[in-house]
T-cell receptor
Framework: DAGVIQSPRHEVTEMGQEVTLRCKPISGHNSLFWYRQTMMRGLELLIYFNNNVPIDDSGMPEDRFSAKMPNASFSTLKIQPSEPRDSAVYFC????????????FGPGTRLTVT | TQLLEQSPQFLSIQEGENLTVYCNSSSVFSSLQWYRQEPGEGPVLLVTVVTGGEVKKLKRLTFQFGDARKDSSLHITAAQPGDTGLYLCAGGEEGNNRLAFGKGNQVVVIP
């Protein structure tokens, strides 16, 4: 079975540009989580969806960040405009119903904003 | 926000040696997970513990959940180079469906 798929794997962009990160969760999983990982702060939850509905976006740093899940097989995380401090590895994870604590992570997108 | 502290942050040992790393918090968790992350990849779930005092074994890895469900340890017996990685603990609280992650224990096993 395919795991969580993320694209692109690497993204280098200039400050002020829009960045869109993509995630395809594992088929049959109904919860999806977006995380950001840095050396300083570790792994931080940004937002999570349950059955395509955003449940908790308290971790989204500011209005420049937005996330959508138009259907059960696709989600996006958008940063507009991007800033150098957004440089990090962004992970998407999905879980089965009733087992939200056992999360399956994608390979991540390494974002560099210059 | 629950805070999980992992120690030591970095550990380097020779192949064949034993090691233990720790995950501590002042919060009580309904479950605790250990993940291993290798460079350029996402974390991979190793184990979930849910009962205070619970011990689980995964080959040479032994995981223990503290009696009060606030802390956990991971012990590796006869470490192998393939055990090298960042070990992350994560605590879950029923009702909010979110995990709090520690910053990890970076383990390096030298051949």
């Amino acid at each position: 079975d395919a795991g969580v798929i993320q694209s692109p794997r690497h993204e280098v962009t200039e400050m002020g540009q829009e960045v869109t990160l993509r995630c395809k969760p594992i088929s049959g999983h109904n919860s999806l989580f977006w995380y950001r990982q840095t050396m300083m702060r570790g792994l931080e939850l940004l937002i999570y969806f349950n059955n395509n509905v955003p449940i908790d976006d308290s971790g989204m740093p500011e209005d420049r960040f937005s996330a959508k899940m138009p259907n059960a097989s696709f989600s996006t995380l958008k940063i507009q405009p991007s800033e150098p401090r957004d440089s990090a590895v962004y992970f998407c994870a999905s879980t089965q119903s009733g087992r939200w604590y056992e999360q399956y992570f994608g390979p991540g997108t390494r974002l560099t904003v210059t | 926000t629950q805070l999980l502290e992992q120690s030591p942050q970095f550990l380097s040992i020779q192949e064949g040696e034993n090691l233990t790393v720790y995950c501590n918090s002042s919060s009580v968790f309904s479950s605790l997970q250990w993940y291993r992350q290798e460079p350029g990849e996402g974390p991979v779930l190793l184990v979930t513990v849910v009962t205070g005092g619970e011990v689980k074994k995964l080959k040479r890895l032994t995981f223990q959940f503290g009696d009060a469900r606030k802390d956990s340890s991971l012990h590796i017996t006869a470490a192998q180079p393939g055990d090298t990685g960042l070990y992350l603990c994560a605590g879950g609280e029923e009702g909010n469906n979110r995990l709090a992650f520690g910053k990890g224990n970076q383990v390096v096993v030298i051949p």
